[in-house]
């Protein structure tokens, strides 16, 4: 009940910003955009220039969970950093919730959110037969990489101004998951410490168990060294 009025607090706040308003409901507007363009381009391209497309699908589709989750988790580092701009966070960490708790609040928000729309946007694209498992292994990964993108503005920016230019630079990160389609080794190596690379992993390998290993690795990786850095912040 206490994380339920918590979520509707979130809520109410991120109405009130226009920027992360925007950004809470833009994932569901890519998926709209991309559902088209699945429809619409493929059949155009194969019939004029003879191109298929289908080779490209699990690229297309982590694309879209990371660009969606990245956005999800600029919700959460802006939130954040409104919150330590006002001193509301420090106000917060002294309430029976503590450190910890405000911490997990704030990231649980935006990465319950980030599932549902990862778990039903792989449905709505339907670009690949994944196994179930894999939709929900997907869903978690997603889920995560959005903590770790609030994490980073978090950490990383001193205010919100600060931030949005460096959540600009942050949408970078998601080339990594393009890698394998430059056949550099030493570029697919670099890409195996950062977590888009395995959104794509997972996609074209659903049941390769050191992938699925490794993917955890990475992903519970960054968002412990984050955690750590967050609160040596805070001390």
Request: glycine share 6%; with cysteine.
């Amino acid at each position: 009940m206490l994380q339920l009025i918590h979520f509707k607090n979130d809520a109410r706040q991120i109405m009130r910003d226009p920027i992360m308003t925007m950004l809470l409901f833009a994932p569901l507007l890519l998926l709209i955009v991309f559902k088209l363009l699945v429809l619409l381009l493929p059949p155009f391209l194969n019939a004029k220039f003879g191109f298929d497309v289908a080779p490209y699908n699990p690229y297309i589709l982590s694309f879209v969970l990371i660009v969606n989750s990245g956005m999800l988790g600029i919700v959460t580092g802006f939130m954040m950093l409104d919150e330590r701009d006002g001193k509301i966070a420090e106000l917060m960490e002294i309430t029976p919730l503590g450190k910890s708790g405000y911490l997990v609040n704030r990231l649980s928000f935006t990465s319950i959110l980030s599932f549902i729309y990862a778990f039903t946007g792989i449905y709505f694209l339907n670009l690949l037969e994944l196994p179930l498992f894999s939709i929900a292994l997907l869903s978690l990964l997603a889920a995560v990489y959005t903590a770790i993108m609030g994490l980073l503005l978090v950490t990383w920016a001193d205010d919100k101004v600060k931030g949005l230019t460096l959540a600009k630079g942050l949408n970078v990160l998601v080339l990594f998951a393009f890698t394998d389609l430059f056949s550099l080794n030493w570029l697919t190596c670099l890409s195996w410490f950062f977590p888009p690379h395995w959104i794509t992993a997972m996609i074209k390998s659903p049941w390769h168990l050191p992938g699925i290993a490794a993917a955890l690795l990475v992903h519970l990786g960054w968002l412990s060294m984050l955690i750590i850095g967050y609160w040596r912040r805070a001390a």
